[in-house]
């Protein structure tokens, strides 16, 4: 089970709840990452719409002048990595969602909303079986605990399930919060063209990369049990990444065209 290490016992009062914004927002959301193709997103054009940044994608928001919505990082070497583009995501952004101990020990600035990241439990074999709850959707009946972990969770208050990529984590964010229309942009998971802030000569060290380790286990299964089982006509996921590794069959590639059309 995740718990609050002891050591943040004088924060853990500065936390906001998951169960809070649950169902708050509605309407059509932006989930920024760091694939290549995330460079050629006319961020300034869809400045209106919240936006979902996560890791090193904060340095797109920053040059238009956007404030994150919300902040994801699960990947606990990221700060070391990327100390500055880490530090201006919590500088710049409205809402955080970092493990609770990244909290203990960064310049979060007053006002920020600060919710606490944890994972969910992994459903047992009967919770699989049954289904999980109206919460929580997992595969059924299979033996398998690590089969059982490819699941979705529509109430991070509960925990989140992980994919191995921090796109899935901030997918489930943007079903917990309530919005309808999503659009993946950057979300390429193209490990051998890599993320566009990462380039020779740039500052901090190059974050290890599992896509193509975990794309057949985790990755594509998770979001393909959320195309079947979770996507329907109040929330839909929108793939503006033409160079996208995830088939259209799971999530439909659309053009800026059709992207406005949706946000307007």
């Keep these: 089970m995740n718990t609050i290490p002891s050591q943040l016992n004088a924060v853990r009062g500065a936390f906001s ?35 979902i940044a996560m ?13 994150p919505f919300f902040y994801v990082c699960t990947d606990k070497g990221f700060r070391k990595q990327q ?10 952004s409205q809402r955080l969602a970092l493990w609770p101990e990244q909290f203990a020990t960064a310049d979060v600035p007053s006002g920020t909303q600060c ?7 992994i459903p047992g074999l009967f919770d699989s079986l049954r289904g999980r709850g109206e919460n929580h959707v997992c595969n059924r009946a299979l033996w398998s605990k690590r089969a059982r972990s490819i699941a979705f969770s529509k109430d991070l208050s509960s925990g989140f399930y992980d994919a ?23 979300v390429d998971l193209d490990q051998s063209v890599g993320r566009f802030y990462e380039h020779e000569g740039a500052a901090g060290e ?54 406005r059309r949706i946000a307007a």
């Design 206 to 259: 190059r974050s290890p990369c599992g896509l193509d380790l975990h794309w057949d286990s985790r990755i594509l299964p998770s979001l393909t049990l959320m195309a079947r089982q979770v996507v329907n006509e109040h929330f839909r996921v929108y793939n503006l990444s033409a160079t996208s590794r995830i088939p259209p069959t799971v999530i439909p590639k659309i053009d800026l065209a059709e992207a």
């Design 115 to 121: 919710y606490p990241l944890r994972k969910a439990e």
């Design 17 to 51: 709840s998951f169960e809070a914004c649950r169902n708050t927002q509605k309407g059509p959301v932006v989930i920024l990452a760091s694939g290549a193709s995330a460079k050629h997103f006319p961020m300034e054009e869809f400045a209106h719409l919240p936006v």
């Design 83 to 92: 100390p500055a583009l880490f530090a201006q995501a919590v500088r710049d």
């Design 164 to 186: 191995r990529t921090v796109a899935y984590v901030a997918l489930q964010l943007a079903y917990h919060l309530g919005f309808e229309q999503v659009f993946l942009v950057g």
């Design 55 to 67: 890791n090193g994608s904060i340095s797109l928001t920053a040059s238009c002048g956007v404030k």
